[in-house]
């Protein structure tokens, strides 16, 4: 997953010479594990909400970053920073209020089973501890995930983490399932066939003497390539682990903060409470705040016998961050703004699908869409997706692509992108496939 559309050292050659030194200072101090986008690398000095600002000044419209939810360097989350920073910075042994009000005001927008969160610094870490949490509850230890998911990076998440690629081997207790179908004619089919291959997985599981401990979606199967619909889908699965004794899951890292615009959670969207929920990237709009949120009577022995404690997480400035995202998100009524510009992004790239042959199936919900590109016979066409990929760069405007064969341009905004702003990309792309030859 990190290699799609990475640089390649082969095509420093052609870029100039300081970006050229740039780049070798930062392959010999930060190693070859790092990855850069783009074929020609972009050196960000700046962003000021959808824009992202170079070296040379010129600017782009950030279509890819889903981190910095509220638009980057927000005024009001930068001053709810500095002035708890200039304040107190500690970690949570001891007693302050600001990180029970974000506390208060993060679980006020879930439903009231989901009655207590603990907080981490990374969706990682979320994820990681919410597989632990998961295992000492249900006393499993199989977990389900789909084909290409990811879920971090920690040794025990990147076993749940196909996309991380053949190199990176899954769980023993790991089982893998096609994500979800696409099929606007027979919406039912979608919820049926998921359960199918979720219970295909539960019975590999008995076979082998594996006890199921979880189901674990990303709720809009955003690295799969992103499956959003029919909404409601998701509850035959969900009811099917349960049935064998298994946990739901639900990874709001990128589905969450009110992105899908009907719902401010993607789990909602299914008419889910999940049993437990993790959050991360969005949640701090770029500052290191991460969480996991779970009914309570889960937590009960894994908290009794285990304890929990990080240096950093909650700490009064995380905190007052995460505060004041909530508070923008509110304010600025940006929940509704990704259902209206979501829906005027969606119908857009729907009919230019209609036009050009390379745009294949249109599929998302609010401001997180994917689209899939195509060959001349309609197969999945990764190398097309990195052409397009580029060319929007060298017009100023940044995304991304995912899917199982690196094919699905995504696109994810932060969550102030105007209709202006859409229709500036919509015009670019357009541009870009009257001029593929």
């Known amino acids: 997953m990190l290699k799609v559309n990475a640089f390649e050292a082969a095509q420093a050659a052609a870029l100039p010479a300081a970006e050229q ?54 005024p009001h989350v930068l001053a709810a920073l500095t002035r708890q920073a200039g304040q107190l910075n500690i970690h949570t042994r001891y007693l302050h209020e600001t990180v029970l009000d974000y506390a208060e005001k993060l679980l006020s927008t879930m439903p009231a089973a989901l009655g207590q969160v603990m907080f981490t610094c990374t969706g990682s870490e979320a994820n990681d501890l919410a597989l632990r949490i998961a295992r000492d509850f249900t006393g499993g230890s199989g977990v389900i995930v789909t084909r290409y998911a990811y879920h971090g990076i920690t040794a025990s998440i990147a076993e749940l983490s196909p996309s991380m690629g053949e190199y990176v081997p899954l769980g023993r207790d790991v089982r893998v399932i096609s994500p979800p179908l696409h099929d606007p004619a027979d919406p039912e089919r979608v919820g049926r066939e998921f359960a199918a291959e979720v219970r295909a997985a539960l019975a590999d599981m008995q076979r082998c003497g594996i006890r199921p401990a979880a189901l674990l979606v990303d709720t809009l199967f955003t690295s799969d390539g992103v499956f959003a619909d029919p909404p409601g889908f998701l509850a035959e699965a969900v009811s099917a682990v349960r049935e064998a004794g298994g946990l739901f899951i639900a990874d709001e890292v990128q589905p969450g903060f009110g992105r899908t615009g009907s719902h401010m959670w993607g789990f909602q969207r299914h008419g889910l409470v999940p049993d437990l929920v993790t959050l991360g990237k969005p949640m701090g709009n770029g500052h290191p705040l991460a969480g996991l949120v779970a009914q309570p009577h889960i937590l009960e022995r894994f908290g009794r016998n285990a304890c929990y404690f990080n240096t950093f997480a909650g700490n009064p400035v995380s905190a007052a961050v995460g505060l004041a995202v909530l508070e923008v998100i509110e304010s600025e009524g940006l929940q509704a703004n990704a259902a209206q510009v979501g829906g005027v992004l969606k119908q857009g790239l729907e009919a230019l699908a209609q036009r050009f042959a390379m745009l294949g199936e249109v599929r998302g919900v609010g401001l997180f869409i994917g689209v899939d590109i195509v060959d001349q016979q309609g197969e999945p066409d990764g190398g097309g997706a990195r052409q397009l990929v580029n060319a929007l760069r060298q017009r100023g405007v940044l995304i991304g692509a995912s899917g199982l064969y690196s094919n699905v341009l995504k696109i994810r905004p932060p969550l102030c992108l105007g209709q202006a702003q859409a229709q500036l990309f919509l015009d670019a792309l357009e541009q870009v496939l009257a001029g593929l030859p």
């Open 21 to 74: 030194a740039l780049i070798a200072r930062r392959e010999r101090l930060l190693g070859p594990a790092y990855q850069l986008f783009y074929d020609q690398p972009l050196h960000l000095v700046r962003g000021e909400g959808v824009w992202l600002f170079d070296s040379s000044g010129q600017r782009y419209l950030d279509l890819y970053n889903n981190v910095p939810s509220v638009g980057h360097c927000h």
